[in-house]
């Protein structure tokens, strides 16, 4: 086991989303503020070799956890395959190599269920991650978030690297990415939603059938699961992170207008791609390997990010009123 109290500890993307939430429950551990470091890319541009270099020499770390990320939603990875596979492959490479070389003594390695093949049986089983390609409109991004598997794996195997792979399923919380060009589909029909009991809109359109699934885990759950793998996990193999649970798109369409207040009607573009047709995970690893179960109800952990995203539209418009 790993006290991560007693590590310096970096978190890349650790302003994010999801590393916002692995800095506070590093906080809530007990890590003292000036061991626990959150990597941004204002300070250290991580796709550039010169940039993870300089990280490493000015922050020392004795444990990486790697989440910093370009991603985003069908619309974002259609419209930017290229720069999303490229600029993940390096971050992910350069970063646990200078890990290794650095001596660091873990590296945990984030991955992405878009890593799974299309048609990957449900429950997804980390051993069916090689039985096909990913689903097309993300696979450059699921493939390069891929080799940072690879890369651990053969670390081990060659230099003996502490290196471990996670794959967390859909996140979604407070702090999510809510912009409409690149959020993923929790955010984005939030904000529809909230937008259009504010119009008055009668009608919010929505991509795709609605009979595709997906399984969602609460963040502050997500970065429960991480640290204590980070902890508690040595082994090579990869460990999927989820709430075990699978819901289609129009049933998560249905509540989230029940708990945005929207009456009106979800009409659905079938002219625009569903993505993988489904997705849940096996999550019996986690549990064996770490001891990690979700603990957030779903609904709850909806209704939270409906709040927060209120509650910040509100601030905003209020700080502008008072800046006239």
Not at 41 to 49: G, N, S, Y
Not at 52 to 65: A, F, G, L, N, Q
Not at 80 to 93: D, E, H, I, L
Not at 246 to 260: F, G, M, N, P, S
Request: glycine share 10%; aromatic share 10%.
């Amino acid at each position: 086991m790993i006290d991560l109290r007693k590590k310096k500890v970096v978190v890349t993307g650790g302003a994010g989303f999801l590393g916002s939430a692995v800095m506070e429950k590093l906080r809530r551990r007990g890590c003292p503020p000036a061991s626990i470091v959150a990597v941004r890319r204002a300070e250290f541009d991580l796709a550039h070799e010169d940039g993870v270099r300089r990280m490493y020499e000015v922050h020392r770390p004795d444990v990486v956890v790697h989440l910093a990320a370009v991603v985003g939603g069908i619309g974002a990875n259609r419209e930017n395959p290229g720069s999303f596979y490229y600029q993940n492959m390096v971050m992910g490479t350069m970063l646990m190599e200078y890990a290794r070389l650095a001596a660091v003594e873990k590296f945990v390695a984030v991955g992405t269920i878009c890593a799974y093949p299309k048609f990957t049986p449900v429950p997804f089983r980390e051993e069916d991650l090689w039985s096909g390609y990913p689903e097309e409109t993300n696979a450059p991004y699921g493939l390069a978030k891929k080799m940072l598997l690879v890369q651990s794996q053969a670390y081990h195997q060659q230099y003996g690297f502490n290196s471990i792979y996670l794959l967390p399923v859909n996140l979604y919380g407070p702090r999510d990415n809510f912009d409409p060009k690149s959020s993923h589909v929790i955010p984005a029909l939030i904000r529809k939603c909230v937008e259009a009991v504010e119009r008055g809109a009668p009608v919010v359109e929505i991509w795709g059938t609605g009979r595709a699934t997906r399984e969602f885990l609460y963040v502050e759950d997500a970065a429960e699961g991480i640290l204590l793998a980070a902890e508690h996990y040595d082994g090579s193999e990869p460990v999927n992170l989820g709430a075990g649970f699978e819901v289609t798109i129009r049933e998560l369409a249905e509540l989230i207008a029940k708990l945005t207040g929207f009456t009106g009607r979800l009409a659905w573009n079938t002219s625009q791609p569903d993505g993988q047709p489904r997705r849940c995970l096996d999550t019996s690893r986690a549990a064996t390997f770490f001891g990690f179960k979700a603990a957030t109800p779903f609904a709850e952990g909806l209704s939270h990010t409906v709040e927060w995203y209120r509650s910040t539209r509100l601030r905003l418009a209020e700080a502008k009123a008072g800046g006239r």
